[in-house]
């Protein structure tokens, strides 16, 4: 796996943000969008942070940011429930506009584009979306960004849940291709009201069904071939992470290709 130069910053560091906008898209995720008050937090694209919430000041949590880093102090998180997760839940489930966040020392530091100008290949299991969302912007920043492909991975149709941004990404930015990846072609028969609140009021929004690939995102990626020149970005759960890797080693992409964060 290739590493980028040393992520933390030499002393600890504790920026307070406030949430000035809380969007629940299901009943199991949150978008999250913060003002830093004072500070900015020093991260770079595709770094992770330690966030601290006021319903739970015991526990942070790590979380990626979704955009790139800006002077007016911006963020943006994806949040997904897990399964006992209380921060997670919290965040989804009680997070209110005018919260006041600690957000603590940017960490991480694999996930990045070089300027090599080689093709790129990202896979977003998930909210794993958020950081190569925030690659993708710092590098349309660039005079000549490399050809790039997004493979966006769900369990439904459904679980696709920034299918509206993604079609606007790739429409604006003509060096993006994205492959929409689902494990099942077919939504639960369990209602999502918050997703239904969302097409009630938009109608049929994002990617197009018949656009959407049916499978594990390492069976879709790796049916691709071996990406021997590529530089390959891995991002989503500890599980998808490693039987995505694993799939790409065993398919032929060489190891220092690879770019993950280790958990």
């Not at 992520?7 to 307070?16: E, K, P």
């Not at 050809?147 to 606007?168: C, E, I, N, S």
């Not at 990846?181 to 077919?186: A, M």
Request: with cysteine; net charge negative.
């Amino acid at each position: 796996m290739q590493s980028a130069t040393p992520s933390s910053t030499d002393t600890d560091i504790a920026v307070s943000a406030t949430v000035v906008e809380h969007h629940r898209l299901r009943s199991d995720l949150a978008v999250v969008r913060l003002e830093c008050n004072s500070d900015i937090v020093p991260f770079r694209a595709g770094q992770y942070v330690d966030v601290t919430v006021p319903q739970r000041p015991n526990l942070p949590r790590r979380l990626s940011p979704a955009l790139p880093p800006s002077m007016d102090g911006k963020l943006e998180f994806h949040v997904r429930t897990v399964p006992g997760g209380w921060v997670s839940k919290t965040i989804v489930e009680s997070t209110s506009p005018g919260d006041v966040w600690t957000i603590g020392n940017p960490r991480g530091g694999d996930l990045h584009v070089d300027d090599t100008g080689r093709i790129v290949v990202m896979i977003a299991g998930g909210t794993g979306l958020a950081p190569l969302r925030a690659l993708l912007l710092d590098v349309a920043r660039r005079p000549q960004p490399p050809r790039t492909f997004l493979f966006v991975g769900a369990r439904t149709p459904r679980d696709l849940y920034a299918a509206d941004m993604l079609a606007l990404l790739g429409e604006a930015l003509p060096w993006l291709t994205i492959v929409p990846v689902t494990e099942s072609l077919y939504d639960p028969p369990i209602q999502d009201p918050f997703y239904d609140r969302i097409a009630s009021h938009v109608g049929d929004f994002g990617i197009d069904p018949d656009e959407i690939l049916e499978g594990t995102l390492g069976d879709i990626v790796t049916s691709y071939g071996a990406f021997g020149d590529h530089q390959v970005l891995v991002c989503g759960s500890a599980a998808m992470v490693r039987s995505t890797v694993q799939r790409l080693l065993e398919t032929g992409t060489p190891l220092e290709n690879i770019r993950y964060d280790s958990y």
